[in-house]
């Protein structure tokens, strides 16, 4: 199972960390795995190079534990940035409580706010 922790601070979006083997089907061959994947890799980069903004993220294939946070959305002045880039980890938390629907087996999905 994949299990998907999503941080927000006063209604601000900031970051994911992504652990565990969704185990779908069988290695290489996961579409959920694959789904997540390029949904996270999706973020990164639109924050990273369409957005301009800073992230800290560890990508840990073996363990199958990724970290991906920006921290800057909570102290910028720049609200477009702060919009922006909340407003897509927003996003991508909807998605994944839409899959939850149906691979509930495979997917749990939390929101913290820290």
């Known amino acids: 199972m994949t299990k998907i922790t999503f941080f927000r601070q006063n209604g601000v979006f900031w970051g994911f960390q992504e652990t565990g083997h969704a185990?779908?089907?069988?290695?290489?061959?996961?579409i959920l795995c694959a789904a997540l994947s390029a949904m996270t890799m999706l973020i990164l980069n639109?924050?990273?190079?369409?957005?301009?903004?800073?992230?800290?993220?560890?990508?840990?294939?073996?363990n199958a534990d990724i970290r991906v946070t920006c921290k800057k959305v909570l102290t910028t002045e720049d609200e477009k940035i702060r919009f922006a880039v909340s407003g897509l980890f927003e996003g991508y938390y909807y998605q994944l409580v839409d899959l939850t629907e149906e691979y509930f087996e495979f997917l749990d999905v939390e929101l913290l706010d820290v």
């Open 23 to 30: 185990g779908f089907g069988e290695e290489g061959d996961d």
């Open 46 to 62: 639109t924050v990273e190079v369409a957005y301009k903004t800073a992230t800290e993220y560890t990508i840990d294939d073996v």
